[in-house]
C-alpha cells in the first residue's frame, strides 16, 4: 500500500477550498440563513471542490499506481457516475434544481453504480431470515442503497464538521477493511476521499468558514454507500457490519423522515426537525453536536469492524441493541425540545 494518493488528495483540498471559498466570496455564491438553517452568517458552499479535486487528483495517482489495470474498467463506471452526483449537486447549489428532477438524477447515477459497480442480492439481517431478492432485486436494492446514502447524507449536512467527521470515519473504516482482504483499488478510493475530506475539514470544522455543499455531501454519501455494498459483495463484510460505518446519520435521517411521514408533514421539502438539529435548538453548540456525533460514528464503526467476528447471539444483542438505544435518545430529544 502506498500512501502517496492519500498524500497528495490532502494536499489538493487543502490547498483548493481556500481557492474555491474565496472564489464563492467575489461572486456572491453564499448559503444565505433562512429559518431552517443552523448558521446565522452568510456562507460560501463551494468546500465540496476540494473534496472532489483531491478524490480525483488521488484517484488518477491511485490507478496510476494500481498493480493489475485488468478488471478497472468498472471503476471507471462508478467514478461517472460520483462525478454525475457531483455535478447534480454543484448545478442544484447555484441554480436550485426542482426537488423531484434531482432526486431522479441522483437515482439515475445509483442505478449505473448497481448495474456497473457492484450490487448485493442477498440481505441478512440478525434474527430475520435471509432475503434472496435474486439479480434484478439486488439491483433495485443496491441503487435505492446507494441513492438512499447520497439523500441521507446530505440531510445530514447540516451543522458545522458533522458531515466531514462523519465521513472521515466511515471511509477510514472501509479502507482498513479492504486493506485487510487486500483488495487495492477500493481500499485506495476509500482512502483517497478520506483524505481528500481531511484537508477540508479545518474548514468547515465549527465555526465553519465554508460549507462543502450539495456536491460535496452528494459525493460522499454515495461513494460510502457505493464502497459499503463493494465490501459486502465481495465478502469483506457483512452488510450490517457495512451500516455500521454510517449507523448515526442513517438511523437519524432514517427516524426523522419516518417520523416526518406519520405526522404527515411535507417530507420532502427542507425542515430542520432532525435529532443532531433538535439538539441545537436545545442549546448545543454545533462544536458540542459535532463531536458528539463523530464520537458515536467512531464507536459505531469499531463495532462493525469486530462485528462479523462475533457469534450470531451476540451479533444480534448488538444490532437490535443500537437501534434501541439510539432509538430511545432520539425520542429523549424530540419529547425535551418539544417541552422546552
Avoid at 41 to 50: E, S
Wanted: with cysteine; hydrophobic share 60%; aromatic share 12%.
Amino acid at each position: 500500500m502506498s500512501l502517496l494518493p492519500a498524500i497528495v488528495a490532502f494536499l489538493v483540498a487543502v490547498t483548493t477550498v481556500p481557492v474555491a471559498r474565496s472564489f464563492a466570496l467575489r461572486k456572491g455564491l453564499l448559503d444565505v440563513p433562512n429559518k431552517r438553517s443552523s448558521h446565522k452568517h452568510p456562507t460560501p458552499r463551494t468546500g465540496g471542490i476540494g473534496i472532489l479535486g483531491g478524490s480525483a487528483a488521488g484517484i488518477a495517482v491511485a490507478l496510476a499506481l494500481a498493480p493489475d489495470n485488468g478488471a478497472v474498467w468498472p471503476v471507471w463506471v462508478l467514478l461517472a457516475a460520483l462525478a454525475g452526483g457531483a455535478a447534480v449537486g454543484f448545478i442544484d447549489d447555484l441554480f436550485s434544481i426542482p426537488t423531484l428532477f434531482r432526486m431522479l438524477l441522483y437515482s439515475a447515477m445509483a442505478v449505473l453504480i448497481a448495474l456497473f459497480y457492484t450490487a448485493v442480492a442477498v440481505v441478512d439481517l440478525p434474527l430475520i431470515r435471509e432475503l434472496r431478492l435474486g439479480a434484478a432485486g439486488g439491483v433495485v436494492f443496491s441503487a435505492l442503497f446507494v441513492a438512499w446514502y447520497a439523500n441521507l447524507f446530505n440531510f445530514m449536512d447540516g451543522v458545522d464538521g458533522i458531515a466531514g467527521g462523519a465521513a472521515i470515519v466511515a471511509l477510514g473504516a472501509l479502507a482498513a477493511v479492504f486493506f485487510a482482504d487486500e483488495l487495492y483499488l477500493p481500499g485506495s478510493f476509500a482512502v483517497v476521499a478520506c483524505a481528500a475530506t481531511a484537508g477540508f475539514l479545518p474548514y468547515n470544522f465549527p465555526p465553519a468558514s465554508v460549507f462543502m455543499g450539495d456536491g460535496g455531501s452528494v459525493f460522499l454519501g454515495m461513494s460510502i454507500g457505493a464502497l459499503s455494498l463493494a465490501a459486502v459483495d465481495q465478502g469483506v463484510v457483512s452488510l450490517p457490519a457495512s451500516v455500521f460505518f454510517m449507523l448515526p446519520f442513517v438511523f437519524d435521517a432514517t427516524f426523522t423522515l419516518f417520523r416526518r411521514i406519520v405526522f404527515r408533514e411535507r417530507f420532502w421539502t427542507a425542515h430542520r426537525s432532525h435529532v443532531y438539529q433538535q439538539l441545537c435548538d436545545l442549546g448545543f453548540s454545533h462544536r458540542t453536536v459535532t463531536i458528539a456525533y463523530t464520537g458515536c460514528a467512531l464507536l459505531f464503526a469499531l463495532i462493525g469492524i469486530m462485528f462479523d467476528k462475533w457469534s450470531d447471539q451476540a451479533k444480534a444483542v448488538v444490532w437490535w441493541g443500537s437501534w434501541l438505544v439510539l432509538l430511545s435518545i432520539s425520542v429523549f430529544v424530540v419529547r425535551k425540545n418539544r417541552t422546552a
